[in-house]
């Protein structure tokens, strides 16, 4: 059996950056399988500018900034195989994978970290009513094949769901001729970025229906209306509110999901909250040596966070490789009122230096605390002008605040006095 | 005083921007103060697009301009910018079209590709 001491499973950012850390950590035997013909993952059909103020301190376009990394682990003996899928991943740490190039193989791994990324969420799942005709792509599929493939999808567009490739699309889709007519959320509030409902929607003047769905699809081959219908506070469509628009595309970007079938294959312990792995404060799972970064794990709205995210990951594999699996008394974090989940769920007691949480609100919040409890007791608070569903928040709590707490479950919850 | 939302990076701070002397707050870095007051004066955004390319692995390759250009040229950058075909080997910032429909920025590839 081959053998690698620390492989990846995915060549995306998150991939590209756990390997590139786990490099410098001093990990020389590191091996990134990728299931598409090239790295980068998702930033390639990320055209747009935007990426990497954070990490690289300047405005990058999605290929720019994939370039980068790939270029500076150009710079070290990393093996990128791509073409290659896993099949199968064990508890033991044992890859089953399949490609072109090598045929089956199977590879005994030191430590393993879960960079496999997310999926959009498709029509599937969430039943859209009426015709089944051509025309409904997620968000992500037809970005896909305008600026990977070079194939425009639609002329006239109708947009569901305000998440941010949906945004980014409607003004890719515009620039490049076609008519978007609505963008229509669900939700009271985007789901996507502010800056890009200004710069997509506004700067085009195409419309955001908030509280309003897609009711109605009709066509006979390809899509050749959509009706929308405004909502009530349970999200119901109200009768007579319809509009009916003549388009031949609807776009979905109604949410991702982390794509955790292999860690669910190799027995990695899944929170309902956020469809991603449990972890501990260094991105490992419930199997020692299995560490997971980036999307899987969460979704992002930035890359800078999952590039961030992931060299803590990579650094942490990389430890494990050389001194073992950490040991200590751990700590469950718990998600209070106006918070969806908490990653880590839980994290060891004596964590290094600091401890840092990431987390979304449930709703839009202006002038709120974060706040976090161990019991009754306050450890920490601190303070936002502006919270949003949309936007990942995150909180650092300094070890020394963690020194005296209880052991039980701490809460991090938001206050509006 | 005009209320905006910034865009220069994902943080989206709420700006506001007197009119006449094109002060602002609300912002939490100096990019945001250029942003609020250049977007009252004369707005301006970075265009990204695709142009046909010639290769035996890729059939697009992504471009940008190389700075933010006038809001109003838009889509005249567009339909410069459908006209290029370009053919490997390219590298990352290799200038495809200098001085875009007169904005002084120049259309620009954003990754390299050897073959």
Same mark, same amino acid.
């Given at each position: ?169 409607? /003004? &890719? ?6 008519? +978007?007519?609505? @963008?229509?959320? #669900?939700?009271?509030?985007? !789901?996507? $970025? ?40 349970? /999200? &119901? ?6 509009? +009916?628009?003549? @388009?031949?595309? #609807?776009?979905?970007?109604? !949410?991702? $999901? ?160 | ?115």
């Amino acid at each position: 059996m081959t053998k690698a001491e620390l492989v990846i499973i995915g060549g995306g950012p998150a991939g590209l950056a756990a390997a590139l850390s786990a490099w410098e950590s001093g990990v020389k035997d590191i091996l990134i399988l990728e299931r598409d013909r090239q790295a980068g993952g998702i930033l390639n059909q990320c055209i747009h500018n935007g990426f990497g103020l954070h990490y690289f301190k300047e405005e990058l376009t999605g290929p720019e900034y994939a370039g980068r990394f790939i270029e500076m682990l150009r710079g070290t003996d990393v093996r990128v195989r791509t073409d290659t899928m896993v099949l199968d991943l064990t508890a033991d740490r044992i890859l089953h994978t399949v490609s072109p190039e090598h045929g089956y193989e199977a590879i005994r791994a030191g430590a393993i970290v879960l960079a496999m990324g997310c999926r959009e969420r498709t029509r599937g799942a969430i039943s859209i009513p009426g015709a089944r005709c051509s025309g409904v792509f997620t968000a992500g599929a037809a970005q896909r094949f305008l600026n990977i493939e070079g194939y425009m999808v639609g002329k006239r567009v109708v947009i569901l769901g305000s998440g941010d490739i949906g945004l980014i699309m409607a /003004r &890719r889709m515009t620039l490049e001729g076609a008519k +978007v007519l609505a @963008c229509v959320e #669900l939700m009271p509030y985007s !789901g996507g $970025l502010n800056r890009n409902i200004v710069q997509c929607l506004n700067d085009f003047d195409i419309p955001l229906y908030l509280s309003h769905t897609v009711t109605d699809v009709r066509g006979k081959d390809r899509l050749e209306q959509v009706t929308v219908s405004k909502v009530d506070e349970n /999200r &119901r469509p109200i009768p007579g509110t319809e509009m +009916v628009f003549d @388009c031949d595309t #609807l776009l979905l970007s109604v !949410g991702l $999901l982390p794509e955790n079938e292999l860690s669910r294959q190799a027995g990695v312990e899944i929170d309902p909250r956020t469809n991603g792995p449990r972890v501990w404060e260094n991105c490992e799972t419930s199997i020692p040596g299995v560490f997971a970064c980036g999307n899987v794990l969460h979704v992002h709205d930035l890359v800078d966070y999952v590039t961030a995210e992931s060299m803590r990951a990579g650094e942490a594999a990389a430890k494990f490789i050389q001194a073992g699996g950490e040991t200590g008394d751990g700590v469950e974090l718990q998600n209070g009122d106006g918070v969806g989940y908490t990653v880590p769920q839980h994290f060891r007691r004596d964590v290094s230096d600091k401890l840092q949480i990431f987390f979304r609100v449930r709703r839009i919040y202006r002038d709120a605390f974060i706040s976090v409890y161990d019991g009754e007791r306050r450890i920490a608070r601190f303070k936002r002008e502006h919270m949003a569903p949309g936007e990942m928040e995150n909180i650092t709590i300094p070890a020394m605040f963690l020194k005296h707490i209880t052991g039980g479950p701490l809460t991090v919850r938001i206050e509006e006095d | 005083m005009k209320e905006l939302i910034c865009i220069t990076c994902p943080k989206g701070c709420h700006l506001k921007v007197d009119e006449e002397t094109f002060a602002v707050t609300g912002n939490s870095c100096p990019r945001g103060a250029v942003y609020g007051a250049n977007e009252l004066r004369n707005p301006v955004r970075v265009v990204t697009s695709t142009v046909v390319l010639e290769s035996e692995s890729f059939r697009r390759l992504p471009v940008k301009t190389d700075r933010a250009i006038p809001k109003a040229k838009m889509f005249e950058v567009m339909a410069e910018i459908a006209k290029v075909r370009v053919h490997a080997p390219v590298r990352v910032g290799d200038v495809l079209i200098a001085n875009v429909a007169g904005t002084d920025g120049n259309v620009v590839a954003t990754r390299s590709v050897k073959e």
